[in-house]
């Protein structure tokens, strides 16, 4: 190979890396970045622009190789004298994103961001300020608690935790009992999702401080599965032959929150312990999860949401009887990107069923978060809009 | 060179690498290595064996250098031949060590283990099993909260965190009021350590559940200090020329102690809000701070615990007028490594000083952990054994 035609294919590789990543000095990025509000105490980096673009730094003077990987893109990062490695992704949507850094081959956690659990690990998570951002913000209010809960199981024989938000006045107001919402996380994410990126006490504390909303205790609890007993399981590698998820799947969390995690909470909390004080939502998973235990279970709840994460159909209504007559709204929200590019799974078309079941007499109310996909910016919207509308009856 | 030298020369270096590091293989370690209890769900490392020594795990196949960073020490990771990086540390003390992993220069948390805020920065720890780990091991005994309580500090003009531990029974028992415990971490971590790393709740609820400690409320803040401002502060770089903190240190969490928090809690919570059912505590630096704060305001405590921070000489009790009439207890404890080698700056002779209070007629007790060191082992055990003093007259 001619040393001309070695440095034109460097060109042409080189120009190829500029058309595939951003990288600070020959990118178009706002010079506006500042640190991330979910940074540790202190950090500088990683930083947001304007336009909603990462920029992340760290040293690793011996490395050959630093990417940020963040909504699924692996963004190169350079080098500078000092060892120091820059670089800046594509601008995010508005919001919370899971992200890492790989260093020679190593998927780790960026040491400059708070850490948040998903995607089934502890790591990076980052915030891109956001028009509405003041809803979860934190105010001069008056703040209720989120209480880590520790309690054994019958049905699982063990211990277990979750969170419970107590409103403002709680403590003070004590001859005041509360209705109750159970709100459900997502796939690869546990009881600290909702506490963590999902602002929820912040969102909460604003509502109730507007007026806007009504006092109620929520449980964050874990609803990770297993697969189920009487279910084949696939070898590993292979795909499920079967339907997905495999039928019972949502049996063991219903039965830990039907057992042990509603009386618990009932025994140990002043609620309003009858199904017109009790409401059931979720994300994802967890919608999907809300899905099939109030459709189970419609003698127990009133409130049903289910934030990117399915919806009920006529036909699902037609086989839950009871499901008509107890439940007083069927709550449905995605983000717009995701109603741009339907995510299959979740069965059928989740607006249309919505207005179905409207036409069945059934209360419901679908909202769309605007310019944000499966993720949890999508998720709080889905919590604010839904809290405004729970045990108003 | 000839290949004969170079092949001489690289099994110098691989021997001498062998004498300088513990690698699997090797070593003599014990194989009986287990995940550690710190781990992220479902990660199989890192991992600990019966010598107390850390295995540390990634994979990283374009890394060139992988080492495993604990308790002040580098150990090298080996490469096998699908690129992943293992190696083992020396032996390390029970109880709990922060660590961290450098690839190529590039110091990350280990994406295996859980994350704790320490050494002023969040990032992993690790667990090394105890011969006592049952008193502060998760059981099925009725169990207290931990509760994130946010308010706004006038002092600090913003709103500020702390976590509040109430005991089995606080919600059902509304007649009843507790006691406090303030309760302070060290230096470089904040008001999650004593929940997280310290098992606070887990301590408590055993020592309850077992009899042998009153129930009280332990409110657990942020004792960070900021240079005071009448003080000159040293240039970047330079050391600072006058005293070691430098006066005035603890002026700010104090009042904010006094200001702020006290006041918050007592009317937030039932307490026993009177100088008899207070009692204040901390570790390192929060034990330097206890010293600070009590003596200034004797007669607003009863009870007071210095783990690993220091200690009250009969002059300082000399300078503080009401200390001898109203303090109930002065508790002194060390890890048992500290007093073989001893730390400067805390100030005299602990266990002299702590002896001579005794002799003027005030009642003391002075712990010594075995076998730690300045860590969170030596606290631990720290709070077990002054809580069992607390609030007993």
Same mark, same amino acid.
Request: negative net charge; aromatic residues 12%; without cysteine.
């Given at each position: 190979m001619k040393i001309r035609t070695l440095i034109f294919l460097l060109a042409v590789i080189t120009c190829s890396m500029g058309l595939a990543q951003t990288v600070p000095?020959? #990118?178009?990025?706002?010079?506006d970045f500042k640190p991330a #509000?979910?940074?540790? =105490? %202190?950090?500088?980096? @990683?930083q947001v622009n304007s336009e909603g673009r990462v920029r992340a730094r760290i040293s690793a003077p011996e490395a050959v190789r630093v990417q940020l990987d963040i909504s699924a893109v692996k963004y190169d990062l350079t080098k500078d004298e000092n060892g120091v490695w820059t670089g800046d992704s594509d601008p995010q949507d508005e919001g919370f994103h899971y992200y890492q850094l790989w260093i020679d081959g190593a998927a780790v956690p960026d040491p400059g961001s708070l850490y948040f659990y998903g995607a089934s690990r502890w790591g990076s998570g980052i915030d891109i300020p956001a028009q509405d951002q003041d809803f979860y913000a934190l105010r001069n209010v008056p703040h209720g608690q989120i209480r880590e809960q520790l309690y054994f199981s019958k049905s699982n024989d063990t211990m277990r935790r979750c969170f419970v938000y107590t409103p403002p006045g709680y403590d003070t107001d004590i001859s005041m009992r509360y209705p109750v919402l159970y709100l459900q996380h997502g796939g690869g994410?546990?009881?600290t999702g909702w506490p963590n990126q999902g602002k929820t006490n912040l969102i909460m504390d604003n509502l109730i401080a507007e007026g806007r909303a009504r006092s109620f205790i929520i449980v964050m609890d874990n609803g990770t599965w297993r697969w189920p007993e009487n279910v084949p399981r696939p070898k590993p590698g292979e795909r499920p #032959?079967? =339907? /997905? @998820? @495999?039928? %019972? /799947?949502a049996d063991g969390f219903m039965k830990t929150l039907l057992e042990d995690i509603i009386p618990m909470i009932d025994s140990n909390y002043r609620t309003l312990a009858d199904p017109e004080h009790r409401a059931m939502a979720g994300l994802s998973m967890g919608g999907m999860q809300t899905r099939v235990i109030t459709l189970a279970h @419609?003698?127990?709840?009133?409130y049903i949401g289910m934030f990117s994460g399915g919806s009920i159909s006529p036909e699902d209504v037609k086989n839950a009887p009871g499901f008509k007559e107890n439940i007083k709204l069927v709550f449905v929200s995605y983000g717009s990107h995701e109603l741009e590019n339907p995510r299959r799974g979740? %069965? %059928?078309?989740p607006k249309a069923n919505t207005g179905a079941l409207e036409e069945m007499g059934i209360k419901t109310h679908f909202y769309v978060s605007p310019n944000?996909?499966?993720?949890w910016q999508s998720w709080r919207r889905g919590l604010h809009e839904f809290a405004t509308y729970l045990f108003q009856e």
């Open positions: 000095g020959d #990118s178009a990025a706002a010079e #509000s979910t940074n540790q =105490p %202190g950090r500088e980096f @990683p994410e546990d009881e #032959s079967g =339907p /997905w @998820p @495999p039928k %019972g /799947w @419609p003698e127990l709840f009133s979740f %069965g %059928g078309d944000t996909a499966h993720e």
